[in-house]
C-alpha cells in the first residue's frame, strides 16, 4: 500500500478514505480493519459534521504517531478551520511526522502551504463556480473534494442532482475528486457515484456514524459494495 493520496487516487478505479469524527485510535483501528484505503483526521477546529472540537497537533501527537505506526496507508490531515489557526511550524511538524497530505477548504487555506511537501488537497463549497475549479491545477492542488452540500441539507438522501452536479465537476477539473458524505450515502450509492467520474468516496459521521460499532459495520459494508462492483481492492 502506498503513502501517496494520490498515486491510490489514479491506480484505483476507486477508492475508500474514511474521515475519522474523532482521533481516536480505536476509530481509526476499526476503519482500517474493515477495509479503509485512505484515513483523515482532523486539529485546530470544530467539525459540524460530527460536532466535535480538535485540539491542536501537539495535542494530538501521541494518535497521530500511533496511527501511523499502524496503517502504511494515506494519512491525512484538516490543520485548521481557519486560515489564521494554520501556520508554517505546524505543517512542518506534519510533514516530519510523514504525513500524506492535507485537507482544507480553499478559501482557509494560505499561500504558503502549497510550498509544502504534503500532497495538496483542498475542498470548495457550493459557493464556488465550475471556470474557478478549471483552475486548481495551475496553482498546485492535487486532488479535490467536491463538498458542495449546503449545511442544512447534511444528511438527506443523495439524489440525481447531485449526481449531475458531481459528474460536471469531474468533468471540469483536471484533478482526481473526492466525494464526502455530507448526504448520507449509503453503499449501494456507490455505482453511481462511479459512473460521475469521481475517484473516491470519503465517509464521514454523516454515513458511518460516530461509535465504533457503527463505523466498523457501515464501512464494512461500504468495502463490500466497493469489491462486488470493481473487484477487490478496486484496483
Known amino acids: 500500500m502506498t503513502r501517496s493520496l494520490i498515486e491510490m ?3 484505483n478505479k476507486f477508492s475508500l478514505i474514511v474521515s475519522l469524527p474523532s482521533n481516536d485510535i480505536e476509530l481509526a483501528r476499526t476503519a482500517i480493519k474493515n477495509g479503509a484505503d485512505a484515513i483523515k483526521a482532523h486539529v485546530n477546529l470544530s467539525h459540524r459534521a460530527s460536532g466535535n472540537s480538535f485540539g491542536t497537533i501537539e495535542e494530538n501527537r501521541e494518535f497521530l504517531t500511533q496511527l ?3 496503517f502504511d496507508g494515506p494519512i491525512g490531515i484538516v490543520p485548521g478551520d481557519n486560515i489564521e489557526k494554520i501556520n508554517p511550524a505546524d505543517i512542518q511538524l506534519l510533514e516530519e511526522m510523514g504525513i500524506s497530505y492535507f485537507s482544507i477548504y480553499a478559501h482557509d487555506c494560505p499561500t504558503f502551504l502549497l510550498q509544502s511537501k504534503l500532497e495538496k488537497t483542498v475542498a470548495a463549497n457550493h459557493t464556488y463556480r465550475l471556470e474557478e475549479l478549471k483552475q486548481l491545477d495551475k496553482v498546485g492542488i492535487q486532488a479535490f473534494e467536491a463538498s458542495i452540500i449546503k449545511g442544512e441539507e447534511y444528511g438527506t438522501p443523495l439524489n440525481v ?4 452536479t ?6 471540469t477539473v483536471s484533478v482526481p475528486v473526492i466525494i464526502p458524505t455530507q448526504r448520507k450515502v449509503v453503499p449501494e450509492d456507490l455505482p453511481a457515484l462511479y459512473q460521475t467520474g469521481v475517484k473516491a468516496v470519503m465517509t464521514g459521521a454523516v454515513s458511518i456514524g460516530k461509535e465504533k460499532e457503527s463505523i466498523g459495520k457501515t464501512i464494512r459494508a461500504f468495502r463490500a459494495a466497493m469489491d462486488d462492483v470493481f473487484g477487490e481492492g478496486a484496483e
Open 9 to 11: 487516487l489514479q491506480k
Open 68 to 70: 501511523m505506526e499502524e
Open 161 to 164: 442532482s447531485d449526481l449531475v
Open 166 to 171: 458531481y459528474a460536471a465537476i469531474a468533468e
